[in-house]
């Protein structure tokens, strides 16, 4: 039977600042950035040649010698099996875990960027004359190697997953764009909630940090072009803001329905207390200009939480002390975010934090939201909101507390205790969590 | 609290047919759709044949004032697009894309939501081809430098590419699209588990309306892997076969039987999900209830690259989809009328599936739905099309023709005929490993 609550009990996740959690957290709360030229390709011409880069990562080095089984996987695979390795054994599963059968997997992984030179050349090779050869085409396809070309498939990844972690419960992959795994924890919340599980392993994981997946975004005008400067192109609520930078990396968050997690004496990180998703159904390229589809998934949140976003407790404090944003750094979301904030907190919202670390790590892509989160779960446990970087100027349109460049230790105000992170994608998909300390 | 959901409209879009009375006359009549492919010649990759949808025309099917976005929908964005106008209108509800004249109850769209399974989307290969092929080294590599040149006028060979050019690739898209013509601001997700991802997100769907986020939701999936990478990519994936050269199309694809060879379809299958309560207070006819759901996953999955299950007997995450959507309805396996599996027709999976249905059921000699010869494996379509006809055929308790089926625990080939369906069992495993089950019951 379900008690209802859904809590988290391990954490992990790879990032262009590092994969260990508390090292990378540390070097969030100093405010380090992680950008830096392209190193997989030669984009020296480029006007986005840059990006936030997991560089130097090998699976060997994170989970030994099972890594061998994935030389093949994607990379985007490859770190989300770091980060749920970790966050499987600081939930300490190994020990204690469940039936195969009540734990699931719901991720928001993107799908895998593998042989890109074969690929393009097989497109490249058939096209003369202005006509496209299908029978050249055939022969380069069928130098493809089979396994490899499955593993593009974004599904594989919670398959690996369910493979490792011998986790045969519902396994589940959405796809939507940057608030993929947001979306996939609330989702796998709800089948927590539902008592269709008792663990569920959620986030995600992606890498676009391919010349199509970089060309797909320098067409569309979204991306920084600050290539003189790539440690301080990610500007989230700054004036100078010219577009997000492309990060990598994973997410990995241990749910646990809390009856379980107390039968087994785990040791509970936080709650996650609420979700809420809406869709903004307005344009595929814009947001819709008054903010109402993200203002619905935080008032959703919110109140599954509980939680009066215009309430104050004993002190006159603010009753959601950290809004984690989507923060892009796009002129477009983070004016249209920050009059969400506005929406959803009325008169207190100058008085709620709302910082991005996408100023640190970049943006990454449907794994960012699950980063987000798991910076969540850290504010809570160490009192610290890490800051939004690079924020020189704060843009008049967005005017809220963005704690520039400078972390803020809130213990002497009563530390940290609930959080709402902010996930919003390309085509109007919006999905909010409300993350709340733990208290019995 | 309970808060029961009800199939009010469908939406099928596959090569047997467009709309619910066409594709259910044609799988009645036992006519099938499969047939050579017309879009390109295929035959080069010895894929010749498929189930590709006929004369689809998606400028005719959005509101006037969307028909330039057409310009950024791939084909698997189309045929979702068509099903949900098709389901949406097949309910009687109306949304503001709705024709000016439309008849019918207008939807609350803060109560609608919109779950879809998709697929990758390839991209178009004669326009990557065309835009790629001006920027390669002599060793046949993206000549990274050229191609991303800065600069206008002076730019590189990306700026061949259209601006939007992503958007019409992004598997989120189809969800999209349809959110924004209709008007949908509920929950919105897009789930990818290949064949089962429609089955995933009309369970999703369920679970969005049966706690209260929704009222209504649009469901289903859509994919089209009729173009050249989908193909080579699907028969990589072991989900078709070469077709002996002169093979009559209509009986390649036969299921449960071990000639049988897997031919892809494209499709589009939608359906309008809503809470009973409210869809008899607008008199919303009825197909059936959406009564179970269950998931499952097989960590034994027979992609090639994974560890292999080559001989192996049953998909046991199909099995469990099973039990669980059976727990979820509450009935017993024996009150099972009817199954409608995936029946890819290629041998090493149907030996797999039928033996996860007969361990889940108990039994042999179950009747079937089985779509594939009509349609060929729509791989995130299928779900949702299979799912419509099996509404049809609890509305009208009668089951369509069964062409080509055969083997030792399933009835063979027969015409449609009436029957008595209080409960109809749709389920699919799929390459990843992931399964769904729903179980489909005649309202009371």
């Known amino acids: 039977m379900s008690s209802g609550r859904v809590v988290i009990t391990g954490v992990g996740w790879v990032t262009p600042l590092g994969c260990d959690v508390d090292p990378v957290w540390s070097r969030l709360v100093k405010g380090e950035c992680s950008m830096g030229p392209l ?48 966050a499987w054994r600081m939930a300490g599963l190994d020990g204690s875990r469940p039936g195969s059968e009540r734990v699931g997997v719901y991720l928001g992984a993107g799908e895998g960027e593998v042989d890109y030179s074969s690929y393009i050349r097989a497109h490249a090779e058939p096209f003369a004359d202005n006509a496209f050869d299908l029978e050249a085409f055939a022969r380069a396809v069928s130098r493809f190697d089979a396994a490899s070309e499955l593993e593009q498939e974004p599904q594989l990844t919670s398959t690996h997953l369910a493979v490792e972690f011998d986790a045969r419960g519902p396994n589940l992959n959405c796809m939507t764009a940057c608030a993929a795994s947001t979306q996939a924890v609330g989702e796998a919340t709800e089948i927590i909630r539902r008592g269709d599980a008792d663990v569920m392993i959620a986030g995600g994981s992606h890498s676009m940090i391919h010349p199509l997946g970089m060309t797909g975004f320098m067409r569309l005008t979204a991306m920084s072009t600050r290539r003189d400067d790539p440690m301080h192109a990610s500007r989230p609520f700054d004036v100078s803001r010219d577009g997000f930078v492309m990060g990598e990396g994973a997410g990995i968050v241990i749910l646990e329905d809390l009856d379980h997690a107390r039968r087994r004496g785990a040791a509970v990180l936080a709650e996650l207390a609420g979700f809420g998703s809406t869709a903004d159904a307005y344009r595929i390229t814009d947001i819709h200009p008054d ?24 002190s006159g404090r603010p009753l959601v002390h950290w809004v984690n944003a989507h923060g892009t750094g796009t002129q477009e979301n983070d004016k249209i975010e920050s009059a969400a904030v506005r929406t959803v907190f009325g008169g207190l919202a100058d008085r709620v934090p709302f910082t991005s670390i996408k100023s640190m790590l970049g943006h990454l892509i449907q794994a960012a939201g699950a980063v987000e989160l798991i910076a969540c779960v850290k504010a809570i446990e160490t009192g610290v909101i890490p800051p939004t970087a690079n924020l020189s100027e704060v843009d008049p349109v967005c005017g809220l507390d963005h704690v520039p460049n400078e972390a803020r230790d809130l213990n002497d105000a009563g530390g940290v205790s609930v959080c709402v992170s902010n996930s919003f994608g390309f085509g109007g998909q919006n999905d909010s969590v409300c993350v709340r300390r733990f208290e019995g | 609290m309970d808060r029961a959901v009800v199939i009010t409209g469908i939406g099928p879009i596959c090569a047997a047919g467009a709309g619910a009375d066409a594709v259910w006359s044609a799988v009645c009549a036992g006519r099938s759709g499969l047939g050579p492919i017309g879009s390109f010649d295929a035959s080069a990759l010895g894929m010749a044949l498929g189930g590709e949808v006929a004369g689809l025309k998606i400028r005719d099917l959005v509101p006037k004032g969307y028909r330039k976005a057409t310009k950024v929908m791939a084909r698997d964005i189309e045929l979702a697009v068509a099903a949900a106008r098709l389901a949406v209108e097949d309910a009687g509800l109306t949304t503001r894309g709705s024709d000016g004249g439309a008849q019918g ?43 991303g040149t800065e600069g206008e006028g002076s730019g590189g060979a990306m700026d061949n590419l259209p601006p939007l050019w992503l958007l019409k690739y992004l598997p989120n898209m189809l969800a999209c699209h349809v959110t924004i013509i209709h008007g949908c601001e509920g929950p919105s997700n897009t789930i990818m588990g290949a064949e089962a991802g429609a089955l995933q997100s009309i369970g999703e769907s369920l679970r969005v309306i049966e706690r209260g986020d929704a009222d209504i939701c649009f469901t289903g999936g859509a994919e089209s892997r009729l173009n050249p990478m989908g193909l080579v990519r699907m028969r990589l994936a072991g989900r078709a076969g070469e077709v002996p050269a002169g093979a009559d199309p209509a009986c390649v694809v036969r299921p449960y039987d071990g000639s049988s060879v897997g031919v892809i379809g494209e499709g589009g299958g939608m359906l309008i999900l809503e809470e009973s309560g409210s869809a008899a207070a607008r008199g919303a006819r009825v197909y059936a209830r959406v009564s179970g759901f269950g998931c499952g996953m097989d960590t034994r999955p027979i992609t090639p690259g994974l560890d292999g299950l080559g001989d192996a007997d049953e998909d046991v995450g199909l099995t469990r989809a099973i039990r669980a959507a059976l727990d979820d309805a509450g009935i017993g396996a024996g009150e099972i009328d009817a199954v409608a599996p995936m029946a890819a027709g290629m041998p090493v999976l149907d030996r797999r599936e039928l033996g996860s249905i007969r361990t889940a059921l108990g039994r042999d000699g179950f009747e079937t739905i089985t779509l594939t010869p009509f349609a060929g494996n729509m791989l995130a379509g299928h779900g949702g099309v299979t799912s419509a006809v099996a509404s049809m055929a609890i509305r009208e308790q009668r089951l369509p023709a069964r062409l080509n089926t055969g083997g030792a625990s399933v009835a ?28 489909l019951s005649r309202a009371s």
Request: proline letters at 1%; charged letters at 20%; glycine letters at 16%.
């Open chain 1, 291 to 314: 903010g109402k589809g993200g203002a619905g998934a935080m008032l959703g949140a919110l109140e599954q939480a509980g939680i009066d976003p215009r309430g104050v407790d004993a």
């Open chain 2, 105 to 147: 109850h207008a939807i609350d769209g803060v109560r609608t939501g919109c779950q879809i399974g998709a697929g990758q989307i390839s991209a178009d290969p004669v326009e990557l081809g065309r835009a790629v092929s001006v920027s390669m080294t002599e060793a046949g590599l993206l000549d990274t430098r050229e191609w």
């Open chain 2, 412 to 439: 063979g080939a027969c015409g449609a005929r009436d029957a008595a369906l209080g409960h109809v069992l749709v389920c699919s495993g799929s390459y990843g490993g992931q399964a769904a089950a729903l179980v």
């Open chain 1, 39 to 86: 190193e997989r390709y030669d984009a020296s011409t480029w006007s986005t040649g840059f990006a936030s880069q997991v560089s130097g990562f090998d699976l060997r080095d994170r989970i030994g010698d099972r890594a061998g089984r994935h030389e093949r996987s994607s990379r985007s695979t490859r770190f989300a099996l770091s980060a749920c390795d970790d």
